[in-house]
C-alpha cells in the first residue's frame, strides 16, 4: 500500500504565502506524475499544478505565475509554494500521485486533503 500525508495548509491573508508538502510512503517502486488539486463544497476538484518525474510542469491558468510546484524524487515529496494568494484560492488542496508499487499495478493515490483559508 502506498500512503500520501500532506502539510502546510492552513490561514493567510490575502497577498500571503503557503507552502504544501505532500510526501508519499509504502512500497513504491516509481512514482510518475504528482500533483495538488482543489475543492470547494459542491463543485468538482479541480487541476491546480502537477509535475512528471522528468520535471516538467502544468498549471491551471488561475494559479500560473503565483505558485509553483516542485518534487523532490528521492523523498518521494511534492511541494506547492503558493504566493499572492486571493480568497478564491480558499479550498481543500489534495495531493495526487500516480505511483507503481511493489507487486501492484499502476494505482492513482490520493491525500486527505489541506485547508487553505485566505481571508481579506
Known amino acids: 500500500q502506498v500512503q500520501l500525508v500532506e502539510s502546510g495548509g492552513g490561514l493567510v491573508q490575502a497577498g500571503g504565502s503557503l507552502r504544501l508538502s505532500c510526501a508519499a510512503s509504502?512500497?513504491?517502486?516509481?512514482?510518475?506524475?504528482m500533483g495538488w488539486y482543489r475543492q470547494v463544497p459542491g463543485k468538482q476538484r479541480d487541476l491546480v499544478a502537477v509535475?512528471?518525474?522528468?520535471?516538467?510542469?502544468n498549471y491551471s491558468g488561475s494559479v500560473k505565475g503565483r505558485f509553483t510546484i516542485s518534487r523532490d524524487n528521492a523523498k518521494s515529496t511534492v511541494y506547492l509554494q503558493m504566493n499572492s494568494l486571493k480568497p478564491e484560492d480558499t479550498a481543500v488542496y489534495y495531493c495526487?500521485?500516480?505511483?507503481?508499487?511493489?507487486?501492484?499495478?499502476?494505482?492513482?493515490?490520493w491525500g486527505q486533503g489541506t485547508q487553505v483559508t485566505v481571508s481579506l
Open positions: 509535475i512528471t518525474s522528468g520535471g516538467t510542469t
Open positions: 509504502g512500497s513504491i517502486f516509481s512514482i510518475n506524475t
Open positions: 495526487h500521485a500516480d505511483v507503481t508499487a511493489r507487486n501492484w499495478p499502476r494505482t492513482d493515490y
